[in-house]
């Protein structure tokens, strides 16, 4: 996506009018990008991607002969149903009618007092309530600030002088062993990312990227936005398929060895980002080999 939520947002129907002639059309080709990629997910099915049945909507979905005749067999069933409700609700009047008014006040059900509306809390998280973080506190080693270069209305190159920090995180990663300083060591380094109103009035963020590595994995999303490193996801990939660990036996080890605090949900998400990063390395790997077979087995004797 070239325009993010947040640029959407600012774009009103009176700005876009009172744009120049030429920025109006670099802004309607991204927008026209936008627009094609939305409709492309939009069609997205179980019939033309990898997505599973489940997720296609219960009336976008294929009716065959079979189908059909079952739900006309349904609906027989549910008009059966209707007369036969039909009969019991008569006789329960007509029982109901002859039953004095006294009885009738002792089998109606008691009533009981609403609940005062003015208690009832408001959606999502209360004001005071206690958050949910990282309890270790790790040394901050580098700092990276991430600036947007142009503005996403106009194309004007933004200056980093007048941009103002709005989020931040940091990623924990391993320095690898050298020669002249043998050993591994953790690195914590802070990322803050700038927003800058251009002159033209328009708020640009700089986000992380993210996007889907191949389509065999679209629910596993790559972003740049992670606690944990490239250096620090290589260790846990080789000490869970190298070294055959659990992640129980993966966070002892981070914990014993590196005095790292990891959730055995972060591991479990870092073997599964890294094994989509590598997937489409590995399938065009697999395709270049069954090309390099096929070929092979249709040469003549004696053919090179």
Same mark, same amino acid.
């Given at each position: 996506?070239?325009?993010?939520d947040?640029?959407?947002?600012?774009?009103?129907? $009176?700005e876009?009018?009172?744009?120049?002639?030429?920025v +109006?059309r670099r802004?309607?080709?991204?927008?026209? !990008?936008?627009?094609? &990629?939305?409709?492309e997910?939009?069609?997205?099915?179980?019939?033309?991607?990898?997505?599973?049945p489940?997720?296609?909507?219960?009336?976008?979905?294929? =009716?065959? /002969?079979?189908?059909?005749? $079952?739900?006309q067999q349904?609906?027989?069933?549910?008009?059966?149903?209707?007369?036969?409700?039909?009969? #019991?609700?008569?006789?329960? *009047?007509?029982?109901?009618?002859?039953?004095?008014?006294?009885?009738?006040?002792?089998?109606?059900?008691?009533?009981?007092? $609403?609940?005062?509306?003015?208690?009832?809390?408001?959606?999502?998280?209360? +004001?005071?309530?206690? /958050? !949910?973080?990282?309890?270790? *506190?790790?040394?901050?080693?580098? &700092?990276e600030?991430?600036y947007?270069e =142009?503005? %996403?209305?106009?194309?004007? &190159?933004?200056?980093?002088?007048?941009?103002?920090? !709005?989020?931040?995180?940091?990623?924990?990663?391993?320095?690898?062993?050298?020669p =002249?300083?043998?050993?591994?060591?953790?690195?914590?380094?802070?990322?803050t !990312?700038? &927003?800058? #109103? @251009?002159? @033209? /009035?328009?708020?640009?963020?700089?986000?992380?990227?993210?996007?889907?590595?191949?389509?065999?994995?679209?629910?596993?999303?790559?972003?740049?936005?992670?606690?944990?490193?490239?250096?620090?996801?290589?260790?846990?990939?080789?000490?869970?398929?190298?070294?055959?660990?659990?992640?129980?036996?993966?966070?002892?080890?981070?914990?014993?060895?590196? /005095?790292?605090?990891?959730?055995?949900?972060?591991?479990?998400?870092?073997?599964?980002?890294?094994?989509?990063? %590598? @997937?489409?390395?590995?399938? =065009?790997?697999? *395709?270049?080999?069954?090309? %390099? %077979? @096929?070929?092979?087995?249709?040469?003549?004797?004696? $053919?090179?």
């Amino acid at each position: 996506m070239r325009l993010s939520d947040h640029d959407l947002l600012q774009l009103t129907e $009176e700005e876009l009018l009172e744009l120049p002639e030429e920025v +109006l059309r670099r802004l309607s080709v991204k927008l026209l !990008y936008d627009l094609k &990629e939305a409709r492309e997910r939009l069609k997205q099915t179980s019939r033309n991607s990898s997505r599973p049945p489940s997720s296609d909507l219960p009336w976008d979905k294929t =009716n065959t /002969g079979t189908e059909s005749e $079952e739900q006309q067999q349904g609906q027989d069933e549910f008009a059966g149903a209707d007369d036969h409700a039909l009969d #019991v609700e008569d006789a329960s *009047k007509t029982e109901f009618e002859e039953k004095t008014p006294a009885e009738a006040d002792e089998t109606q059900p008691t009533k009981k007092p $609403e609940a005062a509306t003015n208690d009832r809390l408001n959606a999502g998280k209360q +004001l005071g309530a206690p /958050g !949910y973080g990282r309890e270790q *506190k790790i040394a901050i080693t580098a &700092e990276e600030h991430h600036y947007p270069e =142009n503005c %996403v209305r106009c194309d004007r &190159e933004l200056k980093p002088d007048t941009a103002k920090a !709005y989020t931040a995180f940091e990623t924990v990663d391993l320095e690898w062993a050298d020669p =002249n300083q043998p050993g591994i060591r953790l690195t914590n380094t802070k990322h803050t !990312y700038y &927003e800058t #109103v @251009c002159t @033209c /009035g328009h708020c640009t963020q700089q986000a992380p990227h993210r996007q889907v590595s191949h389509h065999l994995t679209p629910t596993i999303l790559l972003s740049e936005w992670r606690l944990v490193g490239p250096g620090l996801a290589a260790l846990i990939v080789c000490l869970a398929y190298r070294m055959r660990l659990s992640r129980r036996r993966t966070q002892e080890f981070l914990n014993d060895w590196l /005095g790292l605090e990891l959730s055995v949900g972060t591991i479990h998400a870092t073997l599964h980002e890294s094994g989509a990063a %590598v @997937c489409p390395l590995k399938t =065009n790997w697999w *395709k270049r080999y069954k090309t %390099v %077979v @096929c070929c092979m087995s249709t040469k003549r004797p004696g $053919e090179n």
